[in-house]
T-cell receptor, first 112, second 111 residues
Framework: DTGVSQDPRHKITKRGQNVTFRCDPISEHNRLYWYRQTLGQGPEFLTY????????KSRLLSDRFSAERPKGSFSTLEIQRTEQGDSAMYLC??????????FGPGTRLTVT | KQEVTQIPAALSVPEGENLVLNCSFT??????LQWFRQDPGKGLTSLLLIQSSQREQTSGRLNASLDKSSGRSTLYIAASQPGDSATYLC??????????FGAGTQVVVTP
């Protein structure tokens, strides 16, 4: 087991472009979480899945954001029409039920 | 709404001293509390998880305590080393599993 992986690690995009991030959780974990972290702050919850079902979305997740977890395995987070305020580190975590959450290395997004 | 606060925001100690990091939370109805370490530009590494029914948890030089009634958790790191330099984050978990993070304490251990 190699832990939680995220791809890409870094993404630079121009304002208005769409971007998609991928997260591969630890294989036996049924829960998958997305968080966003800006400089000097702790991560903020965005959304989470139990298996393939998306159970909650934060108010931080505007209509430009969408997340999927087909077949309850990997997950994707898409941001449409990116804005400079979307620049942040996007973190994925997984867990088995309500146990300890394990984080991936993150995807750093820079919108120019 | 749960609010998690970490004081101090930054801490510098000489090598060998014990570190004491504080975390407070406003809503005592937590499922558990987790401590993480984050190196610059990296993801989070889980250090300790304390269940709401527990008072403390230990791993090597790390010890974390939890007092739900007062809304506090403390992370102790014994005999600090330069390699302990990082940002330490605490996070409470609600019954849905969502983590609510503090802003972190940035620690520098000087040789």
């Amino acid at each position: 087991d190699t832990g939680v992986s995220q791809d890409p690690r870094h993404k630079i995009t121009k304002r208005g472009q769409n971007v998609t991030f991928r997260c591969d959780p630890i294989s036996e974990h049924n829960r998958l979480y997305w968080y966003r972290q800006t400089l000097g702050q702790g991560p903020e919850f965005l959304t989470y899945f139990q298996n393939e079902a998306q159970l909650e979305k934060s108010r931080l997740l505007s209509d430009r954001f969408s997340a999927e977890r087909p077949k309850g395995s990997f997950s994707t987070l898409e941001i449409q029409r990116t804005e400079q305020g979307d620049s942040a580190m996007y973190l994925c975590a997984s867990s088995s039920n309500l146990d300890e959450q394990y984080f991936g290395p993150g995807t750093r997004l820079t919108v120019t | 709404k749960q609010e998690v606060t970490q004081i101090p925001a930054a801490l510098s100690v000489p090598e060998g001293e014990n570190l004491v990091l504080n975390c407070s939370f406003t809503d005592s109805a937590i499922y558990n509390l987790q401590w993480f370490r984050q190196d610059p530009g990296k993801g989070l590494t889980s250090l300790l998880l304390i269940q709401s029914s527990q008072r403390e948890q230990t791993s090597g030089r790390l010890n974390a305590s939890l007092d739900k009634s007062s809304g506090r958790s403390t992370l102790y790191i014994a005999a600090s080393q330069p390699g302990d330099s990082a940002t330490y984050l605490c996070a409470s978990t609600d019954s849905w599993g969502k983590l609510q993070f503090g802003a972190g304490t940035q620690v520098v251990v000087t040789p």
